[in-house]
């Protein structure tokens, strides 16, 4: 684990009663890696952990109270996945070298130890929608020191540093205009599935990251975005989640030098 002084300069969502909206965004800027020769291996892996019952992913969030049907999970399970791949190969394409993200196919409540690792720099991948500017950590998984709950007891509870991405199209909507979205079954088999899913040209970009540090001054300062909360004034909040604004991140060619010290 490294220790990296906080900036300390992260902004706080404007509250309006229960409403919070966000006042410091990154604009969209897919960088230029074809995640295309990994959309099949993503594709199987997700499918198989959600509708093929291979594995399973937890279908409420920590804390949430909606429980998620496995079109839902699919997708998410998808988009996550992917942007991993596509964080793997921006460092790949640096001179950076990392194993694979992992895909194994994990039963319920067992987590993997971190999205990827880098000259013993433990590094946690969360994504987004490409619109999206938040990243949102669920209050129920963190402590108060930014360990990991679900790993502190295999000691694997500690990350460096935290990546946000953000993947376009919005899956979430491709799957809701083929009435997929809240469904635990493909009517038409695994490879309409699969259709619709290639049928899109996937891309990615990363907003940013911030440090343990970072994350550890939002959870003293209180950066919560409360449960039944509404971000943007439209969005109804599941679960309590620790957030960090995209504009407030650090850019991501700073954690090249990081990581190789």
């Known amino acids: 684990m490294t220790s990296n002084e906080s900036t300390n300069n992260m902004r706080k969502l404007d509250q309006r009663g229960n409403n919070y909206f966000i006042t410091n965004k990154k604009k969209f800027e897919p960088i230029n890696i074809s995640l295309e020769n990994k959309i099949n291996t993503v594709f199987d892996f997700a499918y198989e952990m959600t509708f093929g019952d291979s594995g399973e992913h937890r279908r409420n969030r920590s804390g949430g109270q909606i429980r998620r049907k496995n079109g839902e999970l699919f997708i998410n399970t998808f988009q996550g996945k992917l942007a991993e791949f596509g ?22 409540g067992k987590w ?12 946690n991948i969360k994504s987004t929608k490409h619109f999206g500017n938040l990243m949102l950590l669920e209050v129920k998984d963190w402590n ?45 088999g695994k490879s309409s599935l699969k259709e619709i899913i290639l049928n899109h040209n ?8 911030i440090s343990l540090e970072d994350f550890k001054y939002t959870i003293d300062n209180d950066y919560i975005l409360p449960q039944n909360s509404y971000l943007n004034g439209r969005i109804p909040m599941d679960a309590e989640n620790y ?6 991140m650090k850019n991501i060619d700073e954690i090249l030098k990081l990581i190789h010290s």
């Open 87 to 108: 964080v793997y190969e921006y460092f790949k394409n640096k001179g950076i070298k990392t194993d694979e993200p992992d895909l194994s196919k994990w039963e319920l």
């Open 112 to 123: 993997d130890s971190s999205d990827l690792t880098i000259n013993d720099n433990k590094i």
């Open 144 to 188: 108060s020191d930014g360990q990991y709950i679900p790993n502190i007891e295999t000691g694997d509870s500690w990350y460096d540093y935290f990546l946000l991405t953000r993947m376009k199209p919005d899956g979430e909507s491709i799957m809701k205009q083929n009435f997929l979205l809240y469904s635990n079954t493909v009517p038409n």
């Open 202 to 209: 996937w891309e990615f970009d990363i907003p940013g990251y």
């Open 243 to 248: 957030y960090i604004q995209s504009g407030d």
